[in-house]
């Protein structure tokens, strides 16, 4: 009975660090996804302002001339007013690509959260894992002495090694967020 138990408990343990970890691999590349779209759109942003500000210089400078040709006048507004859209659609660009990275963020955090309330069941899971107790059971079952009803994930090695792996890649490289990466 204590067998079942234990097999059923590892099973829970099996199914919550699953689900959490593939949370956080998801949210990471989310994350990074929106950083890039964000970096990208950031840059276009300082890019267009530096048009701009060309623009308006050439805009007042074209002023200045004003009386001495029309025509000028008249390209140098045009150029002002073309700078003036492509700096607004940029800052648009700009403020999307910021609320898209501050959802990722929260959807990584909420993950590595998940992931954090999972880790003393990867722990349970490693420590039966490696133990004897995980090879009686293992063996136990190969002879049929577990109940057909039994959840067996957790006696299946590739299942285990596999998701314990992950963990391992995980822990490895996932690093809290700095400031700067905020």
Same mark, same amino acid.
């Given at each position: 009975?204590?067998?079942?138990?234990?097999?059923?408990?590892?099973?829970?343990?099996?199914?919550?660090?699953?689900?959490?970890?593939?949370?956080?691999?998801?949210?990471?590349?989310?994350?990074?996804?929106?950083?890039?779209?964000? &970096?990208?759109?950031?840059?276009? !942003?300082?890019?267009?302002?530096?048009?701009?500000?060309?623009?308006? %210089?050439?805009?007042?400078?074209?002023?200045?001339?004003?009386?001495?040709?029309?025509?000028?006048?008249?390209?140098?507004?045009?150029? !002002?007013?073309?700078?003036?859209?492509?700096?607004?659609?940029?800052?648009?660009?700009?403020?999307?690509?910021? %609320?898209?990275?501050?959802?990722?963020?929260?959807?990584?955090?909420?993950?590595?959260?998940?992931?954090?309330?999972?880790?003393?069941?990867?722990?349970?899971?490693?420590?039966?894992?490696?133990?004897?107790?995980?090879?009686?059971?293992?063996?136990?079952?190969?002879?049929?002495?577990?109940?057909?009803?039994?959840?067996?994930?957790?006696?299946?090695?590739?299942?285990?090694? %596999?998701?314990?792996?992950? &963990?391992?890649?995980?822990?490895?490289?996932?690093?809290?967020?700095?400031?700067?990466?905020?």
């Amino acid at each position: 009975m204590a067998q079942i138990e234990r097999i059923t408990q590892m099973e829970a343990y099996l199914e919550l660090a699953t689900r959490a970890i593939n949370q956080l691999t998801a949210a990471i590349s989310h994350h990074s996804q929106a950083r890039e779209a964000y &970096n990208q759109a950031r840059e276009t !942003y300082y890019q267009t302002r530096e048009a701009y500000i060309q623009a308006f %210089d050439a805009y007042n400078k074209a002023f200045d001339a004003y009386n001495q040709t029309r025509e000028a006048n008249n390209q140098a507004y045009e150029t !002002y007013n073309q700078a003036l859209d492509a700096y607004s659609q940029a800052f648009d660009a700009y403020n999307n690509a910021s %609320d898209s990275l501050k959802k990722a963020q929260d959807t990584y955090l909420m993950a590595l959260e998940t992931y954090q309330i999972a880790i003393p069941a990867l722990k349970a899971l490693e420590d039966y894992y490696t133990s004897h107790q995980w090879q009686q059971d293992y063996e136990a079952d190969e002879a049929g002495q577990l109940p057909r009803h039994l959840k067996r994930g957790v006696l299946a090695q590739d299942t285990l090694w %596999d998701l314990l792996a992950r &963990n391992n890649h995980l822990r490895t490289h996932l690093a809290p967020p700095t400031n700067q990466q905020q």
